[in-house]
């Protein structure tokens, strides 16, 4: 256990930061791919502004087949929660401002304002940025995979999402599971099952305890 710890200390940002991307934005792309496959790409954007809320179990796997699984809950616009299971003294949150990563085992805190970040273009209305999808081609219609990557920076790394078709999700697809490919290849999945949409979430739910004593806050 304490060998996967460290592993998904190393890999939780990523992870979360691929999540938060989700769960925020659409997905957008150059014009000529846009006309090339409108309608997947079209319902991807669908299925994301869609969701309001929802709670999913996680299981996230990293690059060795290290496993770890939690509770994700989400709320638009840029609150996430990530909590890990039992034994696991991480816990990962956003709160439309900044995301943090939270070490309980060494009492130490990580934090990222999401303005000096990608998401930062992502939340505020009145910045410009340019997100590129592209759909991926899976051999299932029931199945439609995008990959987000923004060319002009490749440090941001490669998110690919993977959607089933369901009628009963927003937009008529559910997001199952995306990977994250950061820019020192390090690769993160996270599967997601028992999707709950749509029910009241406190923002309370995005707070979290500060572990460092007063004088290192």
């Known amino acids: 256990m304490n060998s996967m710890i460290h592993v998904l200390k190393n890999t939780a940002c990523a992870a979360a930061l691929a999540a938060l991307v989700v769960s925020i934005t659409p997905v957008s792309q150059p014009a000529q791919a846009q006309q090339a496959?409108?309608?997947?790409?079209?319902?991807?954007?669908?299925?994301?502004?869609g969701i309001s809320t929802m709670r999913a179990d996680f299981v996230q796997t990293d690059r060795n087949g290290q496993r770890v699984s939690g509770v994700m809950t989400l709320k638009r616009p840029g609150r996430i929660r990530f909590q890990y299971q039992q034994g696991v003294p991480l816990l990962i949150v956003s709160d439309g401002k900044a995301l943090t990563m939270i070490d309980y085992e060494v009492r130490q805190v990580q934090r990222w304002p999401i303005s000096s970040t990608p998401l930062g273009a992502l939340l505020d209305p009145n910045r410009d940025v340019a997100r590129y999808g592209t759909v991926q081609p899976t051999?299932?219609?029931s199945v439609v995979s995008v990959e987000v990557r923004d060319r002009s920076h490749p440090e941001y790394g490669v998110i690919t999402l993977i959607f089933l078709r369901k009628a009963s999700a927003p937009g008529g697809l559910e997001l199952v599971n995306w990977v994250a490919l950061d820019s020192q290849n390090k690769r993160?999945?996270?599967?997601?099952?028992?999707?709950?949409y749509g029910q009241p979430v406190s923002d309370n739910t995005f707070k979290w305890n500060d572990p460092r004593s007063p004088s290192r806050r």
């Open 37 to 49: 496959q409108p309608n997947q790409l079209d319902q991807a954007v669908v299925a994301l502004r």
């Open 139 to 141: 051999g299932d219609p």
């Open 188 to 196: 993160t999945t996270i599967r997601l099952s028992n999707h709950q």
